[in-house]
């Protein structure tokens, strides 16, 4: 027996012909859209033709399937059929739109609970957001992950990576003799290569990469801040900058937007870059600025085993990685 809250109607319903074929019921969605036919007539909003044995076997019905449809025919006393002919039809799908059904109330609650769920889990500071974009709309430049202010370092119009904001060896050169000091007040140069090409030889003052998540503990735990009060920033690099140094300046990006998914577009980070060409490209013009003054490519035959080993281990990072990713069942924005 079905309840007030609903209705059911039989799909495929003709009551022109005695072989008549009752489907499984459905219960109605905005989604399915059935037609009808019912006989006209006075007094009565459904009526079976008199021509019809209910009761035969011929006709389809059995004693159960009676009592189903009258059931099925016991609507809401609020819903009311047009007046058709035998030949007429309509599209019950129409009728929904304006039937005040249990279904559609329940449908618009859901909908302002789904609304009201969302708005309480994602807080947004909307006087930031309204000032960022503000900025945004004022200025042409290509804007840190804050949306403060434009870089500070110049970018590249066009890179490898177009998503990130990349600089050559040129502008990496400047920052490191200090023709930037006046504006930055600390500056990280983070090599995603395995442990044997960084030791081979690396930039200056640069950091080992590779075990991400101690790279990652050290920077986010306790942001780097410079003591001057002006911005650090983070370059990044592998071998060519193809792969392993944007993995790793993404991971960064957004494990700082998971923490400061509260405080959006805050982050611990909000300016970081992407050396084009990588260390292969610096070396070959700038050696006097590595130590040791050496490169040691990924695919050296004499570091094939340790090649094997660090990518292996590589990869058992990624997986880790992308399950932490998973669990947290948010798509995080660079």
């Known amino acids: 027996m079905e309840s007030p809250s609903s209705f059911i109607v039989r799909k495929n319903l003709s009551f022109d012909s005695p072989n008549m074929v009752v489907t499984t019921t459905r219960r109605i969605t905005k989604r399915t859209s059935m037609r009808l036919s019912f006989e006209s007539v006075q007094d009565s909003p459904i009526c079976y033709s008199k021509q019809i044995n209910e009761c035969s ?3 389809g019905f059995s004693e159960q399937v009676e009592d189903e449809i009258s059931q099925a025919t016991n609507l809401d006393e609020s819903f009311s ?9 309509f599209s019950l799908y129409d009728e929904l739109e304006t039937f005040d059904s249990p279904y559609v109330h329940f449908n618009q609650f859901k909908q302002t609970k789904d ?5 309480e889990t994602i807080e947004v500071k909307h006087e930031q957001v309204k000032q960022a974009l503000d900025v945004y709309n004022q200025t042409s430049d290509r804007l840190i992950g804050d949306m403060s202010r434009g870089h500070i370092l110049p970018i ?9 904001a990349s600089i050559d060896n040129n502008t990496l050169v400047d920052l490191i003799n200090g023709k930037y000091q006046d504006k930055i007040g600390k500056f990280i140069i983070l090599d995603a290569r ?5 030791d081979g030889g690396h930039i200056n003052g640069a950091k080992s990469g590779f075990n991400r998540d101690e790279i990652m503990d050290q920077l986010l735990n306790e942001p780097i801040q410079a003591e001057n009060g002006k911005p650090v920033i983070l370059i990044f690099h592998c071998e060519f900058s193809a792969e392993r140094g944007p993995r790793l300046m993404r991971e960064l990006r957004e ?4 923490i400061n998914k509260d405080d959006y577009p805050n982050l611990c980070y909000p300016e970081i870059y992407l ?3 990588g260390y292969k490209q610096f070396y070959e013009s700038n050696q006097q600025l590595c130590e040791p003054r050496a490169y040691v490519p990924m695919l050296q035959d004499e570091h094939r085993n340790d ?14 990685t992308k399950k932490s990713r998973f669990a947290t069942k948010s798509k995080l924005f660079f």
């Open 115 to 119: 609304i009201i769920k969302f708005e």
């Open 275 to 277: 050396l084009e060409g």
């Open 81 to 89: 059929f047009k007046s058709i002919t035998n030949d007429s039809s």
């Open 194 to 198: 395995y442990p044997y090409e960084f």
């Open 255 to 258: 494990r700082d937007r998971s």
């Open 307 to 320: 090649m094997k080993f660090f990518r292996k281990k590589s990869k058992s990072l990624d997986v880790e």
């Open 57 to 59: 076997t011929d006709s």
């Open 156 to 164: 590249l119009s066009k890179s490898r990576h177009n998503d990130l």
